[in-house]
């Protein structure tokens, strides 16, 4: 989809359905060789009874139709690629004559098989429509639009982890990093200046105060006695009560009231909230901007 604003869409169309679909008549838009389209607007093309060796597309024509539309004239003409429409500020032909129809270099735009733009230099327009290296060409456009769309999607993505990126950053890799570091300095939060030691602080760890590995051991213990029982138990009791019993039936209410009566208080606690009385608290708040509640009832449907 490209977005921007009508003068733009108009003179540098992305494909060939923003091309057609802005201006009146359409842009003339026709395959060159069935792998390139080519188009043009049609106040861009110039009719002449002579050919104007200079310009990079040019054919003989015959006038089909002349309509004039005031200050301007459009003329349907038969080519050897088809109908083309013309726009001239000069009515200078009529139906059936003989002319020559030619388009600036700078007018002709490029697209490939599946309408999208071909971005060229001037200089390589020529080479396109007299049939050389249009499947170079083509690769290396393709290869260029997919490099921008490759850039923009892992742009994308970044942006999109931005936020938590950073929230990871400040509140959980920093603070491990700098604990790791402080691990090298002897002093306390009452002591600003701290003094390098280096490894000692492991040294007195591990050797010196090795209650520290009784601590460590104990910890491993509970950890792993509180991490298999509560699973193994909580896995246990819900296959138990997964069962099709009566008294599970009875029992599963002494389990799930608690859950209930949270969701019960909480709606309640928003009803107070958004009540329109005076002890809302949304509209006590509402009240100090002197907007009524009245105004704003959706929310109490």
């Not at 209930?260 to 107070?272: D, G, P, V």
Request: aromatic share 14%; charged share 25%; with cysteine.
């Amino acid at each position: 989809m490209q977005k921007g604003n009508p003068r733009e869409l108009y003179n540098d169309p992305d494909n060939t359905f923003t091309a057609q679909f802005m201006g009146t008549p359409p842009m003339n838009v026709f395959s060159c060789d069935g792998k390139i389209q080519m188009g043009f607007r049609p106040e861009r093309a110039e009719l002449s009874r002579t050919e104007n060796g200079k310009a990079v597309y040019r054919r003989k024509a015959r006038i089909i139709t002349c309509e004039m539309l005031g200050s301007e004239t459009v003329y349907k003409v038969e080519t050897g690629d088809g109908i083309m429409m013309v726009k001239s500020r000069e009515c200078e032909f009529e139906a059936g004559e003989e002319c020559h129809l030619s388009v600036p270099d700078e007018f002709v735009l490029f697209f490939d098989g599946e309408g999208q733009r071909i971005r060229l230099e001037i200089g390589e327009n020529r080479e396109l429509i007299f049939g050389e290296s249009e499947v170079s060409i083509m690769d290396e456009e393709r290869k260029r639009r997919n490099r921008r769309k490759k850039w923009k999607d892992w742009l994308g993505s970044w942006l999109m982890i931005l936020p938590a990126l950073c929230f990871l950053l400040v509140f959980t890799i920093y603070p491990m990093l700098n604990i790791v570091r402080l691990s090298f300095f002897k002093g306390n939060a009452l002591k600003p200046l701290k003094q390098f030691v280096g490894l000692d602080n492991y040294r007195q760890l591990f050797f010196v105060k090795t209650d520290f590995l009784t601590v460590l051991k104990n910890t491993g213990y509970y950890t792993m006695m509180v991490v298999v029982i509560l699973l193994t138990l909580a896995l246990l009791f819900a296959l138990w009560m997964r069962a099709d019993r009566k008294i599970n039936e009875v029992s599963q209410v002494p389990i799930f009231t608690p859950h209930l009566i949270a969701s019960i208080s909480r709606a309640f606690i928003w009803t107070w909230l958004y009540n329109k009385n005076a002890y809302g608290l949304f509209n006590t708040v509402l009240g100090w901007f002197h907007i009524p509640c009245s105004a704003l009832c959706w929310w109490l449907s």
